[in-house]
């Protein structure tokens, strides 16, 4: 890799954000602030993962840099505010890859990817940092669910067996199913259960080393897929949904998962 020039088009890049929101820069550009960037991260993050998922490399690289843009923009604008820099955001990154790396940097010996997370976490806690606390809060549910388990997996705190696991989840199903049985159903508790259900749910994936948010998302592209040619079946009818009965509309269901 030739690094001076990686370094020249990152130079490059930045002085670009600085223009934008120089007093010859963009009027737009200007007046961005970083709670009005944030929902722009999230977006470009979203399109990157998309991009993954797709395998689409040409794709991959234009959301990646659409991404990199907006992150130093953002490091722009708190620079501007004087509330951090580039410069320390950098070195600060840097410092700790290197500190929460000492297999590679310094000499340490590890004998698989497992040891490497439990020596993250060890590292982690001499920086006075509690276990969950990398988990960011505005996660989405499920995903943060899976995080903290891993986390507190890593220093110990997690079932032994999956049998337990499964245990576990068959007693929460039962447990849900009670409370929706009793003759006056609190919402309460049976939002209650049913959390406690898909926290068991989260653990079981986590023993068979699938990432949960991921394996809902399949499903949900399924379903898209699937509906979609229910869709185009009642179209082909001249009807609407409300024409045909559960049954028949079960049976383009059916046709659906065949083809």
């Known amino acids: 890799m030739n690094y001076k020039k990686l370094g020249e088009a990152f130079s490059e890049l930045v002085k670009v954000t600085r223009k934008l929101r120089s007093e010859k820069g963009c009027p737009w550009d200007r007046e961005q602030t970083l709670k009005s960037i944030r929902p722009y991260i999230i977006e470009e ?76 976490e060890h590292i982690k806690s001499f920086e006075k940092k509690g276990v969950l606390d990398g988990v960011p809060k505005k996660f989405p549910a499920l995903l943060k669910a899976f995080r903290m388990q891993e986390k507190a997996a890593r220093v110990g705190f997690d079932w032994e067996r999956i049998d337990d696991v499964k245990k576990k989840i068959r007693e929460e199903v039962s447990e849900l199913e009670d409370e929706i049985d009793m003759e006056n159903v609190d919402k309460e508790r049976l939002t209650d259960e049913l959390g406690d259900l898909l926290f068991s749910i989260v653990n079981i994936s986590r023993f068979l080393d699938i990432n949960p948010e991921m394996a809902l998302e399949e499903t949900n592209k399924k379903f898209l897929k699937r509906f979609r040619f229910v869709e185009e079946k009642v179209k082909e009818r001249g009807k609407k949904f409300t024409d045909f009965s559960l049954n028949e509309l079960d049976c383009f269901w059916e046709d659906s998962k065949r083809l």
């Open 45 to 120: 993050a979203y399109e990157v993962v998309e991009s993954i998922d797709d395998k689409n490399l040409d794709k991959l690289e234009e959301e990646l840099g659409d991404l990199i843009f907006l992150i130093l923009f953002g490091a722009n604008i708190a620079e501007e505010e004087k509330e951090i820099s580039l410069l320390n955001v950098l070195e600060r990154i840097t410092n700790k890859m290197i500190i929460r790396h000492p297999h590679v940097f310094s000499g340490k010996k590890v004998k698989d990817s497992d040891e490497v997370l439990k020596n993250w």
